[in-house]
Nanobody, 129 residues
Framework: QVQLVESGGGLVQAGGSLRLSCAAS????????MGWFRQAPGKEREFVAA????????YYADSVKGRFTISRDNAKNTVALQMNSLKPEDTAVYYC??????????????????????WGQGTQVTVSS
């Protein structure tokens, strides 16, 4: 099992940047594919970005492509989401998610909520116009 804790959220003006971090407990973080999701008020939770267990493949929602970057540091058991050129519509609670992947060096990314077994509590990101 892995426990996930997000940090780095806050209030930022449109056009600004934030870096979210997700710290994972346990010694097997490198065995997990990771993802970021977000949920805006009154809306369903949606996929934002994913990174494979290997770190060799990433995938982004069209709405954030070119502005957000997901990365992982297995030595530090962290996954980050660098968010640039933020827009008011990026305002949401951002969640980190993890899925155990048995295959060593797998490049598979997971895009659906129901594919992830482990979730953090979320961190609020608010972008003012």
């Amino acid at each position: 099992q892995v426990q996930l804790v997000e940090s780095g959220g806050g209030l930022v003006q449109a056009g600004g940047s934030l870096r979210l971090s997700c710290a994972a407990s346990g010694r097997t973080f490198s065995s997990y594919a990771m993802g970021w999701f977000r949920q805006a008020p009154g809306k369903e939770r949606e996929f934002v970005a994913a990174i494979a267990r290997s770190g060799g493949r990433t995938y982004y929602a069209d709405s954030v492509k070119g502005r957000f970057t997901i990365s992982r540091d297995n030595a530090k058991n962290t996954v980050a989401l660098q968010m640039n050129s933020l827009k008011p519509e990026d305002t949401a609670v951002y969640y980190c998610a993890g899925e155990y992947v048995r295959t060593y060096n797998s490049d598979r990314v997971y895009l659906r909520e129901d594919e992830y077994d482990y979730w953090g509590q979320g961190t609020q990101v608010t972008v003012s116009s």
